[in-house]
């Protein structure tokens, strides 16, 4: 059993290059989720998705795009990448509202 | 707006022994969900413990319990028997409303972490 994986495991981007992080999870849970971690800051969400075709915002969503065309999958893209977009990226799902998030093993990633 | 708030920021423990991280969180919601994630140097989240708010009873998962407390907002774990695997960051989280109108997805709060080390 995977869960969920990300893609790809660290990345090194010069800023103002574009960035998809991958999630794919394969518990055919219906919602997704991306967060960021920073240091002394805990985990923020970026963007959510409730099931295929929806996405919504989360606290922190400028600079960050999502999109949700089947079940499995929840990309992450940064359209033009900034020195504060360096952060641990965290890929979620849960089955419904109320249930567990399950996180994937996370992306980090720098903006020189 | 929920907050949790988690005021050890580093606390240590020796093998065997017992200890209790301390979390308390503010909301003016009557139905919710918290819970305890791990996070060893691996990076991975991985979920410790869950408590929903309309039970009484303590939540325990082998080693792990947890102290409920309702009325006070509070949300401490206690680590029994420590291990030295048991060294990691460890974050209590908050759970209540739906995002979207009529979503599955939740609103999960996470408080800024507490860093357990567990020594010989």
Known sequence: I??????PTSQILAAGRRMTLRCTQDMRHNAMYWYRQDLGLGLRLIHYSNTAGTTGKGE???GYSVSRANTDDFPLTLAS???SQTSVYFCASSRTHGNTQYFGPGTRLTVL | AQTVT???PEMSVQEAETVTLSCTYDTSESNY???WYKQPPSRQMILVIRQEAYK??????????VNFQKAAKSFSLKISDSQLGDTAMYFCAFMTRRLGDTGTASKLTFGTGTRLQVTL
Do not use: C, H, K, M
């Open chain 1, 2 to 7: 995977a869960g969920i994986t990300q893609a």
């Open chain 2, 56 to 65: 009484q009873q303590n939540a325990t998962e082998n080693r792990f319990s």
């Open chain 1, 60 to 62: 922190v969503p400028d």
């Open chain 1, 81 to 83: 990448a900034v020195p």
């Open chain 2, 6 to 8: 988690q005021s050890q």
């Open chain 2, 33 to 35: 969900y918290l819970f």
